[in-house]
């Protein structure tokens, strides 16, 4: 279903509203009575750290982590509220058109506080020993961030909020992302399946990838829940230990059942990971 966006600077109140909004949605939804569910969608849920958003490498890895969540919830009965920075207007325009691609509406939602505001919160934060920004990051990233732009067609609807708005326009939120008619895609947006060719290398490669992965992050952990990469989903590790021959039998015979599929290469990862940790649980 829709893609609700949130931005602003860091500790703006965004993750407050984010909160606010996702409580009146579901409200909405019982009221209507329609089969739908609301997922939130943050750094924290996805285990990402905030050192990830000092390097352009390693942000560039979060951002994929961040579209992969997004891409994985998009559906008919599911609002997703991306509660994030957001602050680079290329990703916010991938995220539009991710949305606009599967026939769907979206909006953005910009949370504002004065910096100084934010950056004393952000210091109360740090001096409590909580999840805070380390100041130079903090600062880097006001100044990196990318006002959103009413007049752009991905940052369009826009509806700006204060952090100490007591009301949210919740109302124009869900006639934009429910009620409206989503605009067809345009062939930009349209999502197009890999040619045959492309999709079994990259099925082999991202596959072998990840078995790599997995032996060496076994090595260092006995067991239980790991993030193989910049992918969303974790690996269930068993508590005894994987073989190679093991794990290239699961991933020939997951190969053999998806090889006729063509689908999307960034479904790949999630996919397979989720095929490991059913056989992990079925060899227990």
Known sequence: ??????????????????????????????????????????????????????????????????????????ARDTIVILDNLTYIKGFRYQLFCEAKAIRTNSCVVQVGAPV??????????????????????????????????????????????????????????????????????????????????????????????IVTAVLELQKVNPGGAVKVKEYPVKVELPYKPLSIAQLQRIRRTYIALNKMKNVETSRVPIMFIEYLNKNFERDD
Not at 188 to 204: G, H, I, Q, R, V
């Open 1 to 74: 279903m829709p893609l609700l966006m949130i931005t602003g600077h860091p500790c703006s109140g965004k993750t407050t509203v984010a909160t606010k909004l996702k409580d009146a949605l579901e409200e909405k939804i019982k009221a209507s009575g329609l089969d739908m569910k609301v997922e939130l969608v943050n750094d924290e849920r996805l285990n990402i750290a905030k050192e990830t958003y000092r390097e352009a490498k390693t942000e560039k890895a979060t951002r994929g982590a961040q579209m992969s969540a997004v891409k994985k919830l998009l």
């Open 116 to 209: 100084d505001l934010c950056k004393e919160w952000n210091a109360q934060m740090l001096a409590k020993g909580e999840n805070g920004w380390a100041p130079d990051l903090f600062d880097a990233l006001v100044f990196r961030y990318e006002e959103p732009n009413g007049m752009s067609r991905w940052d369009s609807p826009l509806y700006a909020v204060s952090y100490d708005d007591t009301t949210l326009p919740v109302d124009e939120i869900w006639d934009t992302l429910v009620l409206q008619r989503p605009k067809p895609p345009n062939q930009a947006t349209l999502l197009k399946a890999a040619t045959p060719t492309n999709y079994l290398f990259e099925l082999d490669r991202i596959t072998q990838e």
